[in-house]
């Protein structure tokens, strides 16, 4: 028998066709600088103290928390449902009490959750050089792996930021002796470690992938990033954008045995990967028309990989379109209004702080294989729309 609670979320779920709109999840961080270009007001950066740093992520249909210091709210960064009412109840909710009827059977088979989030990264400098955990090394400290993907959306970069280029990974010539010995340095001196990497200007509308293991420095657009249930890092630069970072950041996911080991750290490294002389070749990823006709296109923006994927869809003035999907997903607006299946929907131009939005849904799986109707109702704009969801291969 079912809980009230549960009743709630299921009529909820029902009465809605499947299409569920989201409150937007704002987070801060407490390193860099803001890019101010997630349409918060300007007097909003700081809604969560000086103490936590500017806000600089805005994440979308995440059931997990941020890793965020002991100050972070014990919620910080998940989802939230709009269900029109005071009564708050979280998108992990949603999934834990709908299951496969929500994300499909074998999404919820595989992983018991919705296992990826995406967010918009928004820095006005240059992030450090840093990496993500693959999965055997993030299972030694109780986490899983993190493969992300990037996109850059032209919609969310009205300026580029103080520096517009990404490096990754290291120059073919690099070896692991010289890394670790820079590593040992870390308190003592700028080590300039991006001097072995290799940078690529960020051009907008394309994206790379970047796989666990391999090291990167995001550059300072405004990041559209589909990434898998996981914060894990470990730091390589210690002075980025003249802000200073203690060895903390380095060591923060290794085991107690090898905190201070640097020759550790290097090991958890994709070798082969970073020193790939053909990087761009093998990781950069242009957007892929998947369909396209007098109303509309799609494109695959994200893909190439086993475990996230994303795509823009653009519908012209005025049109209206049917589309279906082999998965549930996440989606946020980034020009344009009009409909998307029962919803109103239209792009956030400036939010306070906690205002709820009409640009960001989670789309169930049933939704999106019978086709979710969506109407751009402008005369003139295009309606365009990310959409974020897990590999086929990952469900």
């Known amino acids: 028998m079912m809980t009230g609670r549960e009743e709630m979320v299921r009529s909820f779920y029902e009465k809605q066709g499947g299409i569920l709109p989201l409150i937007p999840t704002f987070v801060p961080r407490r390193f860099g600088a803001a890019g ?36 972070a709210a014990p919620d910080e960064g998940m989802s939230y449902v709009d269900m029109g009412q005071e009564e708050k109840i979280s998108l992990k909710e949603f999934v834990d009490t709908l299951k496969g009827e929500l994300i499909g059977e074998s999404c919820y088979a595989r992983h018991q959750t919705w296992p990826m989030y995406s967010k918009f990264f928004d820095y006005e400098g240059p992030l450090f050089h840093h990496m993500h955990l693959g999965f055997e090394d993030a299972a030694k400290v109780g986490k899983l792996g993190k493969p992300e993907a990037y996109y850059y959306p032209p919609q969310y970069n009205n300026y580029p930021g103080k520096f517009p280029h990404t490096y990754f990974g290291f120059t073919s010539d690099t070896t692991k002796e010289e890394l670790t010995e820079a590593l040992r340095d870390y308190k003592n001196r700028d080590l300039r470690i991006t001097e072995k990497s290799r940078a ?135 020009q344009g209004y009009g409909r998307i299946g029962g919803h109103a929907c239209a792009t956030a131009t400036m939010l306070r702080f906690g205002q709820k939005s009409e640009d960001e849904f989670f789309v169930s799986y049933a939704a999106a294989a019978k086709g979710v109707v969506i109407t751009n109702t402008s005369k003139y704009e295009p309606l365009v729309i990310l959409k974020h969801y897990p590999a086929l291969e990952a469900q």
Request: negative net charge.
């Open 36 to 71: 101010k270009r997630l349409r918060l007001h300007p007097d909003d950066y700081y809604a969560l103290g000086t103490k936590r740093g500017s806000i600089k992520e805005r994440w979308f249909s995440s059931v997990i928390v941020a890793m965020n210091g002991p100050d």
């Open 200 to 334: 690529y200007r960020i051009e907008l509308g394309t994206g790379w992938y970047t796989a666990p293991g391999v090291l990167h420095a995001p550059g300072s657009y405004l990041t559209y990033e589909p990434q898998w249930n996981s914060d894990v890092n470990a730091v390589f630069e210690n002075i980025t954008d003249n802000e200073i970072y203690d060895d903390s950041f380095l060591y923060e996911n290794c085991p107690p045995q090898h905190q201070g080991d640097p020759a550790y750290v290097v090991g958890m490294m994709d070798w082969e990967k970073n020193v790939d002389p053909k990087y761009k070749e093998h990781f950069f990823r242009p957007p892929v028309i998947l369909s396209q006709d007098e109303a509309h296109v799609e494109k695959q923006v994200v893909y190439g990989n086993p475990y996230i994927a994303a795509k823009e869809l653009t519908v012209d003035p005025g049109c209206t379109v049917v589309i279906k999907d082999e998965s549930a997903y996440g989606c946020i607006l980034t």
